[in-house]
């Protein structure tokens, strides 16, 4: 069955989504600015909750441009390594969810190694920032070659899921790294998304009344749909 990561901001919607069923988990904290790492208590109350496929982090210093500077990936690299430890000795499977580009969009490669390094044996996700790269299969290969398990991509927009583009990413990468298929993926969506891309994972919201939270009826209404798919 097609792997479903909910995309929530506090431990409530952690414990949420695993009770309806979904297999993994995204935390992060200002979804309003596409997401920033979280705070340390809401971590370590968030890894309470988490379904069997884990807790992934999003690992974000601040909002604004993928471009960061040494120091801004040193204290990436510090703050991996610290949330690593407080998993240290816990059931659930923690990942981590990175990204840093050049100033003319390509993959800084020097600061993704640097990532990869401090995430150690920890699965690692390069985020949307990849929807940014001018060449996405050439961004591909280089997280291939340093040692990324996952990618997060709408297939190059915005925010809408380009389904072509991605069913195209999932072919070029063989099974060398997954493709995790966003952009506006609902329930209503997710099981043509699912056909017609050949994605294995799809990362999505399930928001709550006025966007807040995340809503139990949503994450179940998401994963008799994929059942569908499958």
Known sequence: ????????EDAPSVRTAALAGAQRVELCREL??????????????????APEGGLQV?????????????DEIAKCCATIRHFSRLSEGKRKQVGFVVGALL??????????????????A???????????????????????????E?????GGHISVAQRGRIKELVEYSKGRITILGSGGIRA??????????????????APGLNDKGTDRTQVEAIMRQVATAC
């Not at 390509?106 to 995430?119: C, N, P, S, V």
């Not at 949307?128 to 990324?148: C, E, H, N, S």
């Not at 043509?192 to 994605?199: A, C, R």
Request: proline share 5%; charged share 25%; net charge positive.
């Open 188 to 205: 209503n969506n997710v099981a043509s998304f699912v056909i017609e891309t050949g994605v294995s994972e799809v990362h999505m919201r």
């Open 103 to 120: 100033p003319d969009g390509r993959i800084d490669e020097g600061g993704a190694l640097k990532l990869r390094k401090a995430a150690g």
């Open 150 to 154: 996952r990618v997060l991509t709408t």
């Open 1 to 8: 069955m097609t792997l479903i990561e909910i995309c929530v």
């Open 122 to 148: 920890h699965p690692l996700t390069f985020h949307r920032a990849f929807d940014m790269v001018p060449d996405q299969f050439r961004a591909l290969k280089k997280l291939i070659r340093l040692g990324y």
């Open 32 to 49: 309003s600015c596409g997401g920033l790492t979280p705070t340390i208590a809401t971590f370590e109350e968030a890894l309470k909750f």
């Open 58 to 70: 999003l690992i974000r210093p601040r909002a604004g441009s993928f471009v960061f500077s040494r």
